[in-house]
Nanobody, 115 residues
Framework: QVQLVESGGGLVLPGTSLRLSCEASGCTFSSYALGWYRQAPGKQREFVATIDQHWLSSYFVKSVKVRFPISRYDAKNTLYLQMNDFKPGDTAVYYC????????WGQGTQVTVSS
């Protein structure tokens, strides 16, 4: 019933910026915490950041804490991840997820950082 659809990924150059979006349906969007996680090639999935119902954000990857602000626009049922100053280590499939258990996810969007 709950669906999450990520978009906005692509092939990017180091140092450039991109914004990922996640559109949600089938839930009361404003009532839930939301988050982004990623899985890099050959690496385990890791949570990047979350944002709760009160717009309080938490970061779990130190390398992106400053570079990747997380935000939400509840009127559009959309979660965002503004990705700035790309580094090669940011290459991954990025997924969004919904609280409280973060057991629902979208199909993911690929971000590839290459020069």
């Amino acid at each position: 019933q709950v669906q999450l659809v990520e978009s906005g990924g692509g092939l990017v150059l180091p140092g450039t910026s991109l914004r990922l979006s996640c559109e949600a349906s089938g839930c009361t969007f404003s009532s839930y915490a939301l988050g982004w996680y990623r899985q890099a090639p050959g690496k385990q999935r890791e949570f990047v950041a979350t944002i709760d119902q009160h717009w309080l954000s938490s970061y779990f990857v130190k390398s992106v804490k400053v570079r990747f602000p997380i935000s939400r626009y509840d009127a559009k049922n959309t979660l965002y991840l503004q990705m700035n100053d790309f580094k090669p280590g940011d290459t991954a499939v990025y997924y969004c997820s919904k609280g409280p258990n973060f057991d629902t996810w979208g199909q993911g969007t690929q971000v590839t950082v290459s020069s």
